[in-house]
DNA sequence: GATCCGTCATAGCG
DNA sequence: CCGCTATGACGGAT
């Protein structure tokens, strides 16, 4: 029987510790050729240019589009007048350094030529927030080393609430532009809130990592974190720009005067991409016209010079996919998938015919696995679970058809089977004294349909508002929701109505070495989506001394923490913003019995930085001390990602949920 | 009905 | 300040 605390300690410090802050620049030393002798492979010895040995990776007919597509220019003109236009931009580059910086020393023994340790008195607390009003991008390269645990924490915990700040407000933003359609205000476009929600951050000094320019790792980002929006890779700083693929310190801004690459996303809009997962050939920018098809010769310069010195340098780069996945609303997702390497560069002939740069990069070995391979691997167990891992599934439904999805139940690790051997508790069982109170007229009376909400009692109820967008999206938590219910004269259609219909999602019961039983799931959980309810027998006082005076556990709903205040919380962003504390509710002082009839919740680990809250919601009946306990997403979830609730214990208290292991 | 394409409103950055 | 960009949303066509 393994604990069941979870993921991470309890206790994690408020104040950062300083991790190491390694300078990439200014002290380089490639080795300066003479200008003379300047020939592609003395600007790197590693990169397989091909100026004029012949094309790489192009197939015969490839080579006769191109000669047959292109004239008088041909392929090879072009390659050769680009070639020169590269000469000077070194021989200018170079000639700069040398006037420069012409007695930097050499530092033989480093494995990455260009990164030289330097003094670590940077303040890590400038690293990460910019307080300015639309602070220029810094032009200070670094790696941020020797993060602590409790620093990763910390990180951690910056980039979710940022992430939560952000989805909230780009919901309100939707759904505030959503509302004023309604009332006909003319315009015929939608509000973008992932633009708006991402400026409004700004304006307030709350995008992160502004203020360096990191190579490496961002602290705080995981590999396989999820985003749904470009914007949103910008306000927690992986990839700095709205709309272009290649980041790059750029030269005027560089210490050498040579740019740098920093990350790429890779989304398939080159048509002369290949993506192997570890090693991508990705394609450099530009070239292109409005419709993304190729037109010209791309150049050797911006991102893809950028990407050029990178590889030179042996500096790595974030590699972000983005691919098509069905389930967010744009249908696009992106992953961060980790570090890579260039290690090979060259000038090609693309399917257009157009020349192209080309990039090798190689994933650094040591990391977590690839978000992306993740996704893809999380898909094939969703259709064919017994194909994909013929070993280790016990049930393929511990639900036993109760809930509208099956609910797995998989263990690799030892015999237990123990979650397949208990009653499966679909909704809460309440004691009969709660529904006393119910009755005509205590729903709403929306025949047709609550619309947005005008006058529906159940809007009312909630403080004049649903607290769901159209998607079923939690808005903002609450001290208890109000939703819809078998009272109410709205059709089940009725969208007040986002957690009583139960389990939407994959979910899969897993033995884990670390947390004992834990859930994960196999579909992408967005930000603000219901996940499930926690159910279990709710006891009377009576009953839950005699239980108590066994030595059984229960669970006791006013331990949770509070979490809820979390999601939605906009004080940063508007001054004036009041935590909700309408519908008000006496504090929650029942106990809950799950000793024999349990559903997947109870065996969530332990988190102290969880990403599933939990939310008192009420619908069958009106008493306010007996809401049901909902759990929502508090952040995009990955397929495969273990869920967390904070229980509200301390470290030593792993015993109260001990039942569930 | 899913998917593709054109169009438009965008915002950061070099 | 201007132009570029591996965006995102929508509506119409296939």
Known sequence: MGSVVGLEDVNFPTEPKTPTPTMIFPKIEPKLEPLDEFTPQSINPNSNFSYNSGFRNTTPQQQQNATSSQTPSSIEAGVHSEYNRISEL????????????????????????????VSNDSQVSDIVITRRKYEKRSSELVRVTDLKPEDERYFRDLIRKTRMLYDS????????????QHLGSG????????????????????????????VGPIPGVLVGDLFLYRMELCVVGLHGTPQAGIDYLPANQSSNGEPIATSVIASGGYEDDEDAGDVIIYTGQGGQDKNSRQVVHQKLEGGNLALERSMYYGVEVRVIRGFKYVGSSSGKVYVYDGLYRITEFWFDVGKSGFGVYKYKLVRIENQPDMGSAVLR????????????????????????????VPVFLFNDIDNERDPACYDYLLKTVFPPYVY???????????TDGCGNGTNCFCAMKNGGQF???TNGILLRGKPVIFECGPHCSCPPTCWNRVSQKGVRNRFEVFRSRETGWGVRSLDLLLAGSFICEYTGVVLTQEQAQIFTMN???????????????????????????????????????????????????????????????????????????????MLFAMENIPPLRELSIDYGMADDCTGKLAICN
């Open 377 to 404: 691997f999380a898909e094939s167990l969703r259709t064919r679970p017994l194909e994909v891992r013929p070993m280790g599934y016990i049930s393929l439904d511990i639900s036993r058809k109760k809930e509208n």
């Open 436 to 446: 006393q109170h119910v009755g005509n007229g205590s729903g709403c009376e929306c």
């Open 551 to 629: 030595g059984d556990s229960l669970i006791y709903p006013s331990h949770f923490a509070e979490r809820w205040t979390e999601w939605g919380d906009l004080s940063r962003i508007d001054s004036n913003y009041v935590r909700p504390a309408y519908p008000s509710i006496p504090p929650l002082d029942f106990a809950m019995d799950v000793s024999r009839m349990r559903n997947l919740a109870c065996y969530m680990s332990h988190s102290s930085s969880p990403n599933v809250l939990v939310q008192p919601v009420l619908y069958d009946h009106n008493s306010v001390s007996f809401p049901h306990l």
């Open 169 to 180: 407000l780009r919901i309100f933003v939707n759904l505030e532009d959503e509302n004023n």
């Open 187 to 214: 315009r015929q476009t939608r509000a973008r809130g992932d633009l708006k929600a991402s400026q409004m951050m700004r304006e307030h000094g709350l995008w992160l990592n502004r203020d360096k320019r990191t």
């Open 90 to 117: 070194f021989q200018t580059a170079f000639a700069q350094r040398l006037q420069r910086d012409g007695d930097v020393e050499a530092n033989e023994d480093s494995g990455c030529r260009a990164i030289v340790p």
């Open 467 to 469: 607290a769901y967008d």
